[in-house]
């Protein structure tokens, strides 16, 4: 008998493929996200439930040829000089009329990655999302949401094809959280703000470490060519204590001037307060870690079947809470798309990090470089509407 995960797995590839058997539906709105970039794609339906899901995988190559043959900074194309399945998901839907619910299922490195440090089942790494909304007929557009979901933070998102470069920022791996799992409410106010609080265990994790809860507030302000988003969270984040917050202010300018050129600055400020520190048992203070970083990006379409998209940014991992090293990091990438038909892409992608420390392996050599150059060549084929 197969094991159940490999069952679950055949499963989900069939699923990824079935044929259509539903009428296709109008593409998301490209303004929704900092991270939409217009490639919509078909919806497909059974009954009162949608369905969207890809595939996704690249070739990465690292001019550093490390032993371990590992991308190092990198969350998702994280394995080198190889090729590898970044994912395969599957997502279900029902729209909110007035109950309705959404599941994210998958499989692949980027699952792994996401749910690092998740100390439940390990089933809950299959599942990137999954909750249920409420948004009562009368009250002016406030939904409800509880369950796990991806974090408000961030200027992009886990799926590679809503974002505008294949590899994810320095911000976007080390800076924020992935997940969470709780309740949620937004509410628009007005034709142009909409705002919002959650009250969640923590940061990427279902079971919780600790009986503290983390508190997010969310507010955003669109208009037809500029949507600026601030996300703050605070709460304690260590096992089995409940002293010592961590916070996160992140915020996301996005300007699109023109239909073909979209622009993004992404901003982030963390503070973690670990242990305290003791002298001959007596307390003396709770020790604190920073971290900043800001990054910017834009997209230009060549037609309708080419984007160009570079990528520049700068992260201060003041304390090495996040990387592990005090040091000051820079990356610039360069991404061609393009785009073979509706629901699939390709993407070729030049990027370089660099330090003010040695971090980087080159060969065998651990931490013996100052920098690190990859090249990508990344495929994404998928359906339904992107968000």
């Not at 989900?12 to 109008?26: E, F």
């Not at 699952?111 to 007929?137: C, L, W």
């Not at 959280?177 to 940061?203: D, E, I, K, M, Q």
């Not at 003010?356 to 100052?370: N, V």
């Amino acid at each position: 008998m197969l094991p159940t995960k490999c069952v679950f797995r055949m499963a989900l590839l069939a699923l990824l493929w079935l044929p259509a058997g539903a009428q296709t539906a109008p593409s998301a709105d490209p303004s929704a996200s900092a991270s939409a970039d217009g490639n919509g794609s078909r919806e497909w339906s059974v009954g009162p439930i949608n369905f969207s899901g890809l595939l996704d995988g690249y070739y990465s190559l690292n001019f550093n040829h490390p032993a371990s043959r590992s991308n190092q900074l990198r969350n998702f194309d994280v394995k080198a000089n190889q090729f590898s399945l970044n994912m395969a998901k599957l997502v279900m839907e029902h729209a909110p009329d007035p109950l309705g619910f959404r599941v994210d299922l998958g499989f692949g490195r980027a699952f792994d990655m996401i749910h690092g440090s998740e100390t439940g089942p390990e089933i809950f790494r299959n599942i990137e999302q999954a909750f249920v909304s409420y948004k009562p007929p009368k009250a002016r557009g406030l939904q409800l949401d509880f369950g796990k979901f991806v974090t408000n933070a961030g200027a992009e998102v886990i799926e590679t094809h809503s974002n505008w470069n294949y590899s994810r920022s320095l911000l976007f791996a080390w800076a924020i959280p992935y997940y969470h799992f709780g309740a949620r409410v937004t509410v628009p106010l007005g034709g142009h703000f909409s705002a919002g609080v959650s009250l969640v265990n923590g940061w990427n994790n279902v079971e919780d470490n600790n009986s503290g809860k983390t508190v997010g507030f969310t507010g955003a302000v669109t208009s037809s060519k500029v949507t600026w988003t601030h996300n703050y969270y605070v709460g304690p984040e260590k096992s089995e204590v409940n002293r010592g917050y961590r916070h996160l202010y992140d915020t996301t300018l996005l300007v699109t001037p023109h239909p073909t050129a979209s622009f993004y600055l992404n901003f982030d400020y963390g503070t973690d307060q670990g242990a305290r520190l003791l002298r001959d048992g007596v307390p003396l203070e709770f020790s604190k870690s920073r971290w900043v970083g800001v990054a910017g990006a834009a997209r230009f379409a060549v037609g309708k079947w080419f984007a160009i998209a570079p990528r520049l940014e700068w992260f201060h991992d003041a304390d090495g809470f996040s990387t592990g090293t005090v040091q000051k990091l820079k990356e610039f990438t360069l991404t061609g798309e393009f785009k073979m038909a509706q629901g699939v892409l390709t993407r070729l992608e030049y990027r370089r990090d660099w330090s003010d420390q040695p971090f980087f392996d080159r060969g065998a050599t651990p931490g013996a470089f100052k920098h690190q150059n990859t090249l990508l060549a990344g495929f994404v084929a998928y359906f339904g509407p992107e968000r």
